[in-house]
């Protein structure tokens, strides 16, 4: 049975024409010399001369090896560098001010439970034990989440002076709650000191501009899942530097496959070496590129963890909430291996640029007899 040959529609014809046509262009003008020039052949299509074109290719295909190699270990260090940045320092600090903020918020509502809520009498039990333990507990671990907060390295210069003022602002509604509470028989003052410590705490006033505690804490938060989110991702320096790898890339394998083809027809030998030190460079890319994937998951989790620690409300459960969300943010994180995949790069980096410098001196003793003769000639 004789098989039906495909026939172009005649209404698609002139788009196929053009198609081939562009893709013939495209070969003449630009892959035909490229290739031409890779593997050392004149316009004619006659070869080069053996010792120059030897000796250009011991000095470029190292150069370009590592260039690949230095390209793309920049941006995957660039993405490591702000992965451990946002591991480091910014979940830290999230997890500190949500511990402060939800810790102010459960200190406030046991003052009101201990002084009386709204209009209502304090309990009997307020003349003996006063404010109790838990309120100064609650207090106590706010402030040391605040400067823990402070201290992770994750907050800019002004977002630092916030906190100063913040935990100012924290002793100032402390000591309003303890003249309240000394006031506590006198209804008048003791609401007069309650209401104006909560004014201190909460602000009813514009977002746009927090005054009182909670809402710079939440200022501060949101500021942060800002910074986490440029952090996040690709960034100028690793895009750039990624691209380029992989244009040098695809223009050092041209050079190979060039170069392996000059060697196999001019010089009578099979350069299987030059092929074994040519592979690291296309590996290196491949262990790079699922490093830099496992490194953005990593920052993904991030933040998610920290929409996640922002919409923990102030409650009994908050503190064990706040701190499961940031032991499962670190199992996620090992489970990205981040850690690993930097071992995995630098050693991949390493090997790579050994082979580079010995592909190079690989082709030097393909070629040393014909440099040997034409640096000989006069």
Not at 93 to 110: F, K, M
Not at 272 to 284: Q, S
Not at 293 to 313: M, S
Request: no cysteine.
């Amino acid at each position: 049975m004789r098989r039906r040959r495909f026939t172009v529609p005649g209404w698609l014809r002139p788009a196929v024409t053009a198609v081939r046509g562009g893709l013939r262009t495209v070969w003449r003008s630009l892959w035909l010399p490229l290739w031409r020039r890779s593997s050392g052949r004149t316009p004619t299509g006659t070869r080069r001369h053996t010792a120059p074109f030897m000796f250009s290719r011991m000095l470029l295909l190292p150069a370009l090896s590592l260039t690949v190699l230095a390209l793309a270990g920049t941006a995957y260090l660039d993405v490591h560098g702000r992965t451990e940045q946002l591991r480091e320092r910014y979940a830290p600090a999230l997890v500190e001010l949500a511990h402060a903020r939800t810790s102010l918020e459960l200190a406030d509502d046991e003052a009101a439970l201990r002084l009386g809520r709204g209009r209502a009498a304090p309990p009997p039990q307020t003349d003996l034990v006063r404010l109790g333990e838990k309120y100064p507990s609650l207090l106590t671990e706010a402030a040391q989440s605040l400067n823990n907060a402070a201290q992770t390295k994750a907050l800019r210069t002004d977002q630092e002076q916030e906190v100063r003022v913040v935990s100012g602002l924290v002793v100032a509604y402390d000591s309003w709650i303890g003249w309240a509470d000394s006031h506590h028989k006198n209804a008048a003052l003791r609401n007069a000191g309650l209401e104006y410590a909560r004014s201190l705490l909460r602000d009813t006033g514009s977002p746009d501009e927090p005054t009182a505690v909670i809402n710079r804490i939440l200022a501060l938060e949101d500021e942060l899942e800002g910074d986490i989110a440029e952090l996040s991702g690709w960034t100028s320096l690793s895009a750039v530097t990624a691209s380029a790898a992989l244009l040098t890339a695809l223009l050092f394998a041209f050079v190979v496959v060039g170069t392996l083809d000059f060697v196999r027809a001019q010089l009578r030998v099979h350069p299987w070496l030059l092929t074994l030190y040519a592979l690291p460079v296309p590996l290196v890319l491949g262990v790079l590129l699922l490093g830099g994937l496992g490194q953005q998951h990593a920052q993904r989790e991030v933040r998610r963890a920290g929409t996640q620690l922002a919409a923990v409300q102030a409650t009994p459960g908050a503190d064990p909430r706040i701190e499961s969300l940031d032991e499962q943010l670190a199992v996620d994180l090992r489970g990205t291996h981040p850690g690993a995949w930097v071992l995995a790069a630098e050693l991949s980096l390493a090997v790579g640029a050994v082979g580079a410098v010995a592909g190079g001196f690989t082709l030097f003793h393909y070629g040393r007899r014909h440099l040997q003769i034409f640096w000989r000639t006069p």
